[in-house]
């Protein structure tokens, strides 16, 4: 029996993980004509065809090939569970995982394997006995009884990540936030560059009470450096950048209501209205409360943000029809407010025409426009 890696089972297993699962197949059909009794050629010809999803009826086959030769075989036991998984026959895989700790009771993966399947084996079955539906009970049960076991994989070892990953999923099917805001930690703790985790942490930071669009879309710049492939982080990037875009559309309507005010355009009891046409001094003047507002609120603003966020504030604008439906708003409503403010009416009609065209476009969609970035 082989109890050494041949080269060309190391070949085929370097070619499954490239995903060239026909080219590792025919190297190991050649080696197994050589040597039949190669376990490590049976395994990684079953995990081609699991990885694969092509076959899982000859996954079976070749995992129980080697399990012929030794049934004691840990790698042969644990790819049988999973060709189990990909045929149809998950339930199956329990008694398969607990052999292997029963074999091996000190090897941590078969102990968080079996917690990350447990659970959802103990639901199909609530299901089947009870007419398609999992009692509460049933699946209250199966959860304590996987993180029990999840939490042996992390005594036996705390390095691993994958243990924690279990952890993370049962307490977060438990709803249980706390444990699994612990074991985003240890994870980020053994990988600063979780994808997953970093999201989640990510998006607890941005999206808490409090948090302004500015905070949010810095956070989730500095997880995307650290994770640039991210796609729920870039998404939390392009919200939060989109909160900024709309944060100028309230800025513009800011500066319409200046111009409203600016020119007394409505009459309040007890006040005389200001005479019209103002004065060209007054009018120069009420442009400078609305130079501060874009100075202070947009232009500084942008200027400190980050790069990134700069970056893709102007991919948004051009990704988004959403965004430009925003900017476009913003721009009408300063237009508005600039028509009122620096043309020398006479009459107040056409002053409050241009402020309710302003002020309605806006008004209009900013109640539902909000989710839009998603």
């Known amino acids: 029996m082989t109890t050494t890696l041949h080269p060309a089972v190391e070949r085929a297993d370097l070619l499954i993980d490239l995903q060239r699962y026909e080219e590792a197949r025919e190297l190991l059909a050649q080696r197994l004509a050589e040597d039949p009794e190669d376990i490590r050629a049976w395994v990684e010809l079953a995990r081609s065809h699991v990885e694969d999803g092509e076959d899982g009826a000859k996954a ?13 075989d840990i790698g042969a036991l644990h790819m049988h569970a999973r060709a189990l ?15 292997a700790i029963r074999l091996a009771p000190d090897y941590w993966f078969s102990y968080a394997r079996l917690a990350d399947w447990l659970w959802r084996i103990r639901m199909i079955t609530s299901g089947r006995a009870h007419g398609g539906q999992v009692r509460r009970e049933d699946m209250e049960a199966a959860l304590r009884e996987a993180d029990a ?14 243990g924690y990953e279990v952890a993370w999923l049962i307490a977060d099917m438990s709803a249980n936030r706390s444990v699994a805001a612990r074991m985003d930690e240890a ?18 930071a941005a999206t808490a009470p409090g948090v302004k669009a500015t905070e949010a879309a810095t956070l989730y710049a500095d997880a995307l450096a650290a994770a640039p492939d991210s796609a729920p982080m870039q998404r939390g990037l392009d919200a939060a950048s989109y909160r900024l875009l709309r944060g100028l559309r309230w800025l513009a309507l800011l500066c319409l209501a200046l111009a409203a ?17 103002l004065p060209l001094g007054q009018r120069l003047w009420d442009l400078v409360p609305m130079a501060v507002i874009w100075a202070l609120g947009a232009l500084l603003r942008y200027r400190r943000l980050r790069a990134g966020i700069r970056v893709n ?11 430009r439906i ?17 043309i020398p009416w006479t009459d107040r009609a056409i002053p409050l025409v ?12 900013m109640w539902f426009d909000r989710p839009k970035a998603a």
């Open 261 to 277: 005010t600016g020119i007394d355009l409505f009459a309040t009891d007890g006040d005389t209205q200001r005479e019209l046409p």
């Open 60 to 72: 079976l086959e070749a995992t129980e090939r080697a399990l012929a030769l030794d049934a004691e």
């Open 187 to 204: 994870i980020l703790r053994l990988d600063p560059q979780h994808e997953q985790a970093l999201a989640r942490r990510t998006k607890a």
């Open 326 to 342: 925003v900017l476009g708003q913003a721009a009408w409503a300063m237009l508005c407010a600039l028509l009122i403010t620096q």
């Open 149 to 162: 076991i999840a939490q042996e994989a992390i005594r036996l070892a705390p390095e691993q990540v994958y």
């Open 313 to 323: 504030l102007r991919s948004l604008i051009r990704r988004l029809p959403w965004s």
């Open 354 to 365: 241009l402020f309710w065209t302003g002020l309605v476009p806006s008004v209009a969609t």
């Open 85 to 99: 998984r990909v045929g149809g026959r998950f339930p199956e895989t329990e008694g398969v995982l607990r052999e």
